[in-house]
C-alpha cells in the first residue's frame, strides 16, 4: 500500500467513525427525553440476561430454523468483525496480514472466519426467500409497508455483498501468494475462496492486485457505510440488544406497577379512621405532573430504548392474539410507532436548537389509536416473545393509563365497572350486600 492508500484509509476511518459517533451522540439524547426509572437493581441477573438473550440469543432459538440462521449471521458477524481489526491496522500502517505471526492459529481464524462468511450467504438468501417468496405472514404483514420492508431486503443485500467482497479479496490475495508476488508472503489458510481463486488463473498480477485491493477497499468502505446505515434501520438491534436486555424488566410479568400516589389516595379513601387534612407522610410520592403517557416524553427511558431496539421481527404481534382475532392492535406497530415519534420529536430538537417546540401532535392519536390500546388483552403473549426483551404492553398500558386518568375516555364498558368498583365495592351492579342472595333463591 502506497502512503496515500494508508492517508486515503486514515480519513475514511476518522469521516465513518465521526458520523458514526454523531448519530451515537442523538440517540442517547432521544432516549434521555423518557422519564427516569431504576434499573440498578439485581445486576447479577441484568447480566445473566444479557448473556442468555442478546449474546446467546436463548429466546431466537425457540423457532429453531429462523434461530440458528441467525446465529450464523450474528456470529459470522462477531467473529469476522476480527478480522476487520486486521485490516484496519494493514489499511493504517501498509502491513500485509499484521496477525499472521499466530502461525497455525491464524490459519484456524482465517479459515474459520471463510466458513461462517459462507454460512452467513447461506442464511441471508434463506431469510430473503422467507420474505419475499415463501412471504411468511408477519413479514407481509401492513406494518412493514413502505421504508420498513425495504430496509429488510436492503441489509440482505448488503449482508450478502460484504462476505462475498471478503472472500474474493481473500481469493485474489491466495492467488497472489501462490505465484509469490511481491508483499504478498503466504499466510491463512481458505478452505471458501481456494475455489474462487482459479478465477484469476491467466490473469496479470497487476490486474489481480488491482481486483485484491478493490475488494479491500470495497469491504472496508462497505462496513463503514453499514455502521452509519445502523441509525436509520431496525438493524440498530445489533448494538442495542445487549443494553436492552441487560436494563429489562425484572419483575414478574403478570406484576403491573402502580403510581405510589393513587395507591396511597385510595389507602385514604377505603380507610374509615383515616383523617383526610393529615399532612401527607413526608415520604409520600408527589402526584406526577401527568398520569400515563401522551407522547414519548412521557414514557420511560427504557421504553423508548426498547423501541430504537425493535428488530420489526413480528413475533410479538403474530402471537397477539388481539390480531389473531382481526383486532386493530399489532405490538410490533406500537414499537414502530413509538420510534418514529421519538425520531420526529428528535428532527424538532435539531432543528430548534436543542429545545422542542411544540408540534401539535403526540404519540397518541397521531400515531397510535385508541382502538389499537383498547384491543389488549394484557396477556403479555408479546413480551414472552419478543426475542431481545421488549415490552410493548408497558407502553400500552401507560397510554391507557393517560386515557383514563387524564382524558376520563375509558371505554363505556369499563367506566361501568368502575363506577360500580366506586359505588359497590365490586365490578357488578348490585350491592355488596346482596351478594349472597343467589343462596336464598336457590
Ligand atoms: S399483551 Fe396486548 S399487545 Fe401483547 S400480545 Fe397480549 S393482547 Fe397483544
Ligand atoms: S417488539 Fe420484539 S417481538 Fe415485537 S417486533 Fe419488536 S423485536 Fe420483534
Not at 88 to 109: A, K, P
Not at 214 to 239: D, E, Q, R, T
Not at 302 to 309: D, E, F, G, P, R
Amino acid at each position: 500500500m502506497s502512503y496515500l492508500d494508508n492517508i486515503l484509509f486514515a480519513i475514511l476511518l476518522i469521516l465513518g467513525g465521526g458520523y458514526f459517533a454523531g448519530n451515537v451522540k442523538k440517540l442517547i439524547r432521544n432516549i434521555k427525553l423518557g422519564q427516569d426509572v431504576n434499573r440498578s437493581d439485581n445486576p447479577s441477573e441484568r447480566w445473566k440476561n444479557m448473556a442468555m438473550i442478546a449474546l446467546g440469543q436463548s429466546k431466537m432459538v425457540k423457532r429453531p430454523i429462523a434461530g440458528i440462521l441467525h446465529i450464523f449471521v450474528y456470529i459470522g458477524f462477531v467473529i469476522i468483525n476480527i478480522e476487520v481489526l486486521e485490516i484496519v491496522i494493514d489499511g493504517l500502517f501498509g502491513t500485509h496480514r499484521v496477525f499472521s505471526f499466530m502461525g497455525g492459529f491464524y490459519d484456524f481464524l482465517i479459515g474459520s472466519f471463510e466458513i461462517l462468511a459462507l454460512l452467513v450467504i447461506v442464511a441471508v438468501v434463506t431469510f430473503w426467500i422467507r420474505r419475499n417468496i415463501v412471504k411468511l405472514k408477519r413479514f407481509i404483514h401492513n406494518d412493514l409497508n413502505g421504508w420498513p420492508r425495504n430496509d429488510a431486503n436492503y441489509i440482505l443485500y448488503f449482508e450478502v455483498v460484504l462476505m462475498t467482497l471478503f472472500l474474493v479479496m481473500n481469493a485474489a490475495d491466495l492467488h497472489l501468494q501462490t505465484i509469490g508476488a511481491p508483499g504478498y508472503e503466504s499466510a491463512g489458510a481458505f478452505p471458501v475462496s481456494q475455489f474462487i481463486a482459479p478465477m484469476f488463473d491467466g490473469m496479470s498480477e497487476s490486474l489481480v492486485h488491482l481486483l485484491e485491493k478493490g475488494a479491500w477497499w470495497l469491504h472496508i468502505g462497505g462496513i463503514m457505510v453499514f455502521l452509519n446505515y445502523l441509525y436509520y434501520s431496525k438493524h440498530l438491534h445489533i448494538l442495542l440488544a445487549f443494553p436492552n436486555t441487560y436494563f429489562a424488566n425484572l419483575k414478574p410479568q403478570g406484576q403491573f406497577d402502580n403510581l405510589e400516589s393513587v395507591t396511597n389516595e385510595v389507602k385514604l379513601m377505603m380507610d374509615p379512621n383515616a383523617d383526610p387534612f393529615a399532612a401527607p407522610a413526608p415520604d409520600a410520592d408527589a402526584a406526577p405532573a401527568k398520569f400515563g403517557a401522551s407522547d414519548v416524553q412521557d414514557l420511560n427511558w427504557v421504553q423508548l430504548l426498547n423501541a430504537y431496539t425493535c428488530t420489526e421481527c413480528g413475533r410479538c404481534t403474530s402471537s397477539c392474539p388481539a390480531n389473531q382475532t382481526g383486532k386493530k392492535l399489532s405490538p410490533r406497530k406500537i414499537m414502530m410507532d413509538t420510534r418514529d415519534r421519538l425520531e420526529e420529536v428528535g428532527r424538532n430538537i435539531d432543528s430548534n436548537k436543542g429545545v422542542f417546540v411544540p408540534d401539535n401532535k403526540s404519540l397518541l392519536n397521531d400515531y397510535i389509536t385508541p382502538e389499537e390500546l383498547w384491543a389488549c388483552t394484557s396477556c403479555n403473549a408479546c413480551v414472552e416473545e419478543c426475542p431481545v426483551n421488549i415490552s410493548p404492553l408497558s407502553i400500552i398500558m401507560d397510554m391507557r393509563r393517560y386515557l383514563v386518568m387524564e382524558q376520563s375516555a375509558a371505554p363505556t364498558e369499563l367506566n361501568a365497572m368502575m363506577t360500580n368498583i366506586e359505588n359497590n365495592g365490586a365490578p357488578w351492579q348490585y350491592n355488596q350486600m346482596d351478594r349472597l342472595n343467589w343462596k336464598d333463591e336457590a
